[in-house]
């Protein structure tokens, strides 16, 4: 059974800092990793989509990184501004269906 | 493109009573997929469709059902509604199940039991 751990729950940064939010599954026999933003209340807003065969992906500001072997990727957050704020959710994609970690509240401090 | 639609975006039901809840996905999209978010177990898989038929199913009671219609529409049913089923329904959609192309997102729908 696949499980996915995001490290840490929450974090809380200064304008301006760099961060990196960490995510590990168990199983590598996935299709992709799907990193999502949830605002409180909202939907998911998908980040980056990362496929099995890749090792990173990029968007602007946002970097992640993919090591299927050791079952972990990280999202790199460069330059934070308070609209960063957020609940980011990592997914990996195997046996026709998602599986989420349980989550990194993200606080950026003015 | 429009995106995932969900309706209704809220909803207050009473104990013992049904509730279907709809699925639009993205055009061209065939996949749709649900989800249920609580405050203590995070985001659940419910059930996925794909060209009307369910592919994979998580582990929720019979209460929960689901289908999907000819124009990739789905709907989500829940009957005789327990207190534990207030939560955020969340329904995805793809191009196909098992893809490499990622999952688009609605924007649930809140439910609430009383």
């Known amino acids: 059974k696949q499980e996915v751990t995001q490290i840490p729950a929450a974090l809380s940064v200064p304008e301006g800092e760099n961060l990196v939010l960490n995510c590990s599954f168990t199983?590598?026999?996935?299709?992709?990793l799907q990193w999502f933003r949830q605002d409180p209340g909202k939907g998911l807003t998908s980040l980056l989509l990362?496929?099995?065969?890749?090792r990173e992906q990029t968007s602007g500001r946002l970097n992640a990184s993919l090591d299927k072997s050791s079952g972990r990727s990280t999202l790199y957050i460069a330059a934070s501004q308070p609209g960063d704020s957020a609940t980011y959710l990592c997914a990996v994609s195997s046996r026709e269906k998602l599986t989420f970690g349980t989550g990194t509240r993200l606080t950026i401090i003015p | 493109k429009a995106g995932v639609t969900q309706t209704p975006r809220y909803l207050i039901k009473t104990r013992g009573q049904q509730v279907t809840l709809s699925c639009s996905p993205i055009?061209?999209?065939?996949?749709v997929s649900w989800y249920q978010q609580t405050p203590g177990q995070g985001l659940q898989f419910l059930f996925e469709?794909?060209?009307?038929?369910?592919?994979n199913k998580g582990n929720f009671p019979g209460r929960f059902s689901g289908r999907q219609f000819s124009n990739s529409r789905s709907e989500m049913n829940v009957s005789t509604l327990e207190l534990g089923d207030s939560a955020l329904y969340l329904c995805?959609?793809?191009?196909?199940?098992?893809?490499?192309?990622?999952?688009?997102f609605g924007s649930g729908t809140r439910l609430t039991v009383v």
């Open positions: 990362i496929q099995s065969s890749q």
């Open positions: 199983d590598s026999a996935i299709y992709n």
């Open positions: 469709y794909f060209s009307e038929t369910q592919r």
């Open positions: 055009s061209g999209h065939r996949s």
């Open positions: 995805a959609s793809s191009l196909s199940p098992g893809t490499s192309y990622g999952y688009t």
